[in-house]
């Protein structure tokens, strides 16, 4: 509205935004491209799995902000 400032995201809730989106954009285009070999469909079922716990807030303490999450989280690929 006029004459009001937009709420200001911090840089690191900007990134964990960022992260969120790619997420479920990359978890979008993978369940396109579903395997029809069973060890990687399992496989893909776990990597989802730990994608989308990465961004589920239900799975840390609420003091917790989403980047701080995002971070704290071991490497999943080197």
Known sequence: MCGELEEEVSPDEEIYNRYVAHVHAFLAALKKGKSGDAVHS???RLFRGLLLE?????????????????????????
Do not use: I, N, W
């Open 42 to 44: 399992h496989l893909d």
């Open 54 to 78: 990465t961004v589920d807030e239900r799975k840390a303490p609420q003091s917790m902000s989403g980047f701080q999450r995002m971070v704290s989280l071991p490497r999943m690929c080197h």
